[in-house]
Nanobody, 123 residues
Framework: QVQLVESGGGMAQAGDSLTLSCAAS????????MAWFRQSVGKERAFVAA????????DYADSVKGRFSVSRDNGENTMYLRMNSLKPEDTAVYYC????????????????WGQGTQVTVSS
């Protein structure tokens, strides 16, 4: 069973950059699609970005397009989320997820989830 652990969250100021990591254990990421979601206080969990197993295709929520970049290193069993030009509305707990099937956007279901890492952006 794949286990996912996020890291790299923390405090930032508007305009700063942060990079989140999602490390997988208990299995290889090869052929596994992965995604980032986030949940702000009082809101539903929302899709952020997704990446196919080979990294050749990515999708982003409109709210982060052009600012965030998802990537992965299957040799290191790790996925990344580079977040540039952070805004206070990016404040949320960020979760990584994995599944055999690629899915992007709201309504996606993923089999494996991490525990989340908090990102707080101040103005």
């Amino acid at each position: 069973q794949v286990q996912l652990v996020e890291s790299g969250g923390g405090m930032a100021q508007a305009g700063d950059s942060l990079t989140l990591s999602c490390a997988a254990s208990g299995g290889t990421l090869t052929y596994i699609a992965m995604a980032w979601f986030r949940q702000s206080v009082g809101k539903e969990r929302a899709f952020v970005a997704a990446i196919t197993w080979n990294g050749e295709h990515t999708d982003y929520a409109d709210s982060v397009k052009g600012r965030f970049s998802v990537s992965r290193d299957n040799g290191e069993n790790t996925m990344y989320l580079r977040m540039n030009s952070l805004k206070p509305e990016d404040t949320a707990v960020y979760y990584c997820a994995a599944d055999l099937r690629y899915c992007s956007g709201e309504g996606c279901t993923y089999d494996y989830w991490g525990q989340g890492t908090q990102v707080t952006v101040s103005s």
